[in-house]
């Protein structure tokens, strides 16, 4: 619904973005088949999965401010499909209370990113309206 950025490598990077994190897949393979930029933002997507759940949230919202435009668009972008999935088809075992909790978790994510990219902000705000009035929560 909402085209924002054309450019080949944050498209890249986006369907790559949690490439390093779900798979066996390597930054130096992705380096060789993708190149830096592509590699460098799917990194910059990347949650230590060393680190327990809460810290990894935790650090999504204290690094939001720190990435570089394609990450944002891309953490933007995917806080987006997120919230839609869950409105949609949430995880059977996932209550009510855990999807309102996830749509709080992703608009603190959404806000420390700084709200810059106007047309996106506009698509968030409705999803996370659409989310919370399915939930019956506004």
């Not at 450019?7 to 990077?13: G, T, V």
């Not at 891309?74 to 075992?93: G, L, Q």
Request: hydrophobic share 35%.
């Amino acid at each position: 619904d909402v085209a924002i950025e054309y450019d080949p490598d944050i498209l890249q990077a986006a369907i790559l973005h949690d490439t390093i994190e779900d798979t066996e897949t390597t930054q130096a393979e992705l380096l060789m088949k993708f190149g830096k930029t592509v590699t460098d933002y799917v990194v910059e997507m990347t949650d230590d999965k060393s680190l327990p759940k809460a810290e990894r949230k935790r650090l999504q919202i204290v690094n939001a401010p720190h990435k570089s435009k394609g990450a944002k668009l891309i953490k933007y972008c995917d806080k987006i499909c997120n919230i839609t999935d869950v409105m949609n088809n949430p995880p059977t075992h996932w209550s009510l209370e855990r999807r309102k909790e996830y749509y709080d978790w992703a608009e603190q994510v959404v806000n420390a990113l700084g709200r810059e990219e106007l047309k996106l902000d506009w698509y968030f705000e409705k999803r996370i309206r659409e989310a919370r009035e399915k939930l019956g929560m506004e």
